[in-house]
């Protein structure tokens, strides 16, 4: 078995090796291993990679964090780098992709995510901002504090409005416990749209946390009722409730009177 050849403290363009960290066997051949080396690139990054690869092509980008960079870079092609909107997309992808970020952990660590559309294509980002108000002395801020940053969720704001924005955190409080919607979520084992949606959909709060939805019984005119009992005093099969309220997410007012709206159409067709 070949020796391991030293390389620490050798320099690869902007590349310096630091340790040797494990080998690498190719394709279980005996005699292939190839020596796995962690690097220190000039811009801070390090990362483990093939010591042959560095040598190989260390002069056309090795560093991860450089090659995403360059490849952000390239997307935006008419001179985008370097101006105040680019920055703030840069940024907004850095805290949420990058685990090195001093600030991953207010976002991507805690599930906040950049769009598809957004992820690696600054002039879509660009085109959104544009068309929604972008000024220099606007940042972007997003409407749902847990939520992405995507189209959907995002807007330009002044600063003032974009602190007072961050401090209203939105907190579920249940038995007695106060939750972020993201910890809630993450508590009853929901995914955090699915979460959002029931809110939207006027879940009762004793209800937001179902995870076994048939066992979940419905809150109407200011009591909890069983879907049986529902369907008993609204005369609507419970099979159709059960779909409409947890399925289709409707509320419960509007499960019942899509029947009720039917009956009355009926009956006035009828006559
Ligand atoms: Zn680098």
Redesign the pocket.
């Known amino acids: 078995m070949a020796a391991l050849k030293d390389i620490t403290g050798q320099r690869f363009g902007?590349?310096v090796a630091i340790r040797h960290t494990g080998f690498k066997v190719r394709g279980g051949k005996q005699n292939t291993r190839m020596a796995v080396w962690e690097f220190e690139?000039?811009?801070?990054?390090r990362f483990e990679t093939l010591a042959q690869e560095v040598k190989a092509s260390y002069h056309s980008g090795v560093?991860?964090?450089?090659?995403s960079?360059r490849k952000a870079a390239r997307t935006y092609k008419h001179g985008g780098v370097g101006t105040r909107l680019f920055n703030i997309w840069s940024g907004i992808r850095q805290r949420c992709n990058n685990p090195k970020d001093t600030n991953y952990s207010r976002y991507g660590g805690r599930g906040i995510s950049v769009a598809p559309e957004w992820q690696d294509d600054f002039s879509a980002f660009r085109d959104w901002s544009e068309a929604n108000g972008y000024e220099e002395s606007l940042e972007c801020d997003r409407i749902d504090n847990d939520g992405p940053y995507a189209p959907s969720n995002c807007r330009w704001v002044t600063r003032l409005q974009n602190c007072n924005n961050t401090s209203r955190n939105q907190f579920i409080e249940l038995n007695g416990e106060r939750l972020t919607h993201a910890d809630f979520a993450r508590k009853h084992g929901l995914t955090y749209s699915t979460l959002k949606n029931r809110i939207n959909k006027g879940w009762p709060v004793s209800q937001l946390g179902n995870r076994a939805k048939s066992v979940a019984q419905v809150e109407w005119r200011g009591r909890n009722w069983t879907f049986s009992q529902l369907s008993e005093e609204t005369g609507i099969h419970q099979n159709v409730l059960r779909k409409r309220i947890l399925k289709d997410n409707m509320s419960v007012e509007t499960a019942i009177n899509l029947t009720r709206d039917v009956w009355e159409l009926r009956r006035m067709r009828g006559r």
Do not use: F, T
């Open positions: 902007n590349l690139c000039s811009c801070g990054e560093c991860p964090s450089c090659v960079k």
